[in-house]
């Protein structure tokens, strides 16, 4: 089909399909070779991201720490507050 | 409102094991297994440090939404018994009958 022939979809199309077949070509001397979402390629499990890894567990171990920081200082509020509390009403025994 | 007003601290605080802390720490693992099953690792055994991450984080959220909602709870039953207290008109008990008054009268057929 020729081009003065070709409707607009058709050009359209040969148009994607030269983007890529240039895109898999590969990056050129000097391109960077930058992530895409139109290139989708497999993890490699090989070797574990011992840096995430670290990171994950370091954090969950924080958030914990300070859950259980938040929590005690909780329950000490409430009972310094229930003390004052009482003390109000009946006065000091 | 702020999230959780100076007053909330008179409450006494949920256990640091609690029903929503528990139902979002294993919504957390389940989006972690989920993610492994999208990603085709083995569900169960691979990323356990994800896994961890995500039911800590929803542990924590759960926490803190715990004690949002006690004391929103808390704030609604002093609004509630302010306004019996201020309307007693309207709370009225019935008063109480006695039991021969509620009962038919007993007519022998014999």
């Given at each position: 089909?020729?081009?003065?022939?070709?409707?607009?979809?058709?050009?359209?199309?040969?148009?994607?399909?030269?983007?890529?077949?240039?895109?898999?070509?590969?990056?050129?001397?000097?391109?960077?070779?930058?992530?895409?979402?139109?290139?989708?390629?497999?993890?490699?499990?090989?070797?574990?991201?011992?840096?995430?890894?670290?990171?994950?567990?370091?954090?969950?171990?924080?958030?914990?720490?300070?859950?259980?920081?938040?929590?005690?200082?909780?329950?000490?509020?409430?009972?310094?507050?229930?003390?004052?509390?009482?003390?109000?009403?009946?006065?000091?025994? | 409102?702020?999230?959780?007003?100076?007053?909330?601290?008179?409450?006494?605080?949920?256990?640091?094991?609690?029903?929503?802390?528990?139902?979002?720490?294993?919504?957390?693992?389940?989006?972690?297994?989920?993610?492994?099953?999208?990603?085709?690792?083995?569900?169960?055994?691979?990323?356990?440090?994800?896994?961890?991450?995500?039911?800590?984080?929803?542990?924590?959220?759960?926490?803190?939404?715990?004690?949002?909602?006690?004391?929103?709870?808390?704030?609604?039953?002093?609004?509630m018994f302010e306004y019996i207290r201020h309307h007693p008109e309207d709370f009225k008990t019935a008063g109480k009958k006695r039991i021969g008054e509620l009962l038919e009268d007993f007519i022998p057929n014999r």
């Amino acid at each position: 089909m020729s081009a003065a022939t070709a409707r607009p979809p058709d050009k359209m199309a040969a148009a994607l399909r030269a983007v890529v077949r240039l895109r898999l070509a590969g990056p050129g001397p000097g391109l960077v070779f930058t992530r895409s979402a139109f290139v989708a390629r497999k993890h490699n499990y090989d070797q574990p991201n011992w840096f995430g890894v670290g990171l994950a567990f370091s954090t969950s171990a924080a958030l914990w720490a300070l859950l259980f920081k938040q929590h005690n200082e909780d329950v000490m509020e409430y009972e310094r507050r229930k003390e004052e509390r009482k003390h109000k009403c009946t006065g000091c025994s | 409102m702020a999230f959780l007003p100076e007053e909330a601290r008179a409450l006494p605080p949920p256990p640091l094991v609690n029903k929503v802390s528990a139902w979002l720490g294993a919504a957390g693992w389940a989006a972690a297994l989920l993610g492994n099953g999208f990603s085709q690792r083995p569900v169960l055994t691979a990323g356990v440090h994800r896994q961890v991450l995500f039911a800590t984080v929803g542990w924590v959220v759960g926490y803190f939404l715990a004690k949002r909602t006690e004391y929103i709870h808390a704030k609604q039953d002093r609004e509630m018994f302010e306004y019996i207290r201020h309307h007693p008109e309207d709370f009225k008990t019935a008063g109480k009958k006695r039991i021969g008054e509620l009962l038919e009268d007993f007519i022998p057929n014999r």
